[in-house]
């Protein structure tokens, strides 16, 4: 059987190219067998890949790829957590924002890129719960910006 870490580097989001955690705020807080994992935008290691509004600055295709990025960020954030994908139970909630012209209403096409992604990872257990909205900006100027809640296996207490 193959690992979900395995699984995600060979969809191309290596495991090492991950962000430092901020300051101020945690990437990812475990709350029993809980994990909320902050908001990632679509940074490609310390570059800002993806920056602008969808449509008329980032394409539609762009933004989907985007969304993916920043559910590989994500991901990442979440294994250096819990040091395996295999722990992860399923992937319980997405929230995808999108940074959108204001006559854009295709959002939930946009944030589907990261959904693929998880349910290429996980199979049934990245079935997910989702919302997917649109903002007049995000940090950065970024394109995407994904968060996520996954439940995982603690062990024994």
Known sequence: MTSRDDILERLGYPLDKI????KLV???VVDGDTIYASGQ??????????KGKVPSEVSVEDATKAAALCAANV?????RTVESLDDI???VRITGYVNSDADFTDQ????NGASELVLAVFGDAGRHART???TSQLPLGAAVEVEMILHYDSGPL
């Open 19 to 22: 962000n430092p955690e901020g």
């Open 26 to 28: 945690a990437a990812a």
């Open 41 to 50: 935008v679509p940074f490609d290691g310390s570059e800002l890949v993806y």
């Open 75 to 79: 991901l990442r954030v979440v294994r």
């Open 89 to 91: 139970e399923r992937v």
């Open 108 to 111: 939930h096409l946009i944030i």
């Open 132 to 134: 997917a909205i649109g």
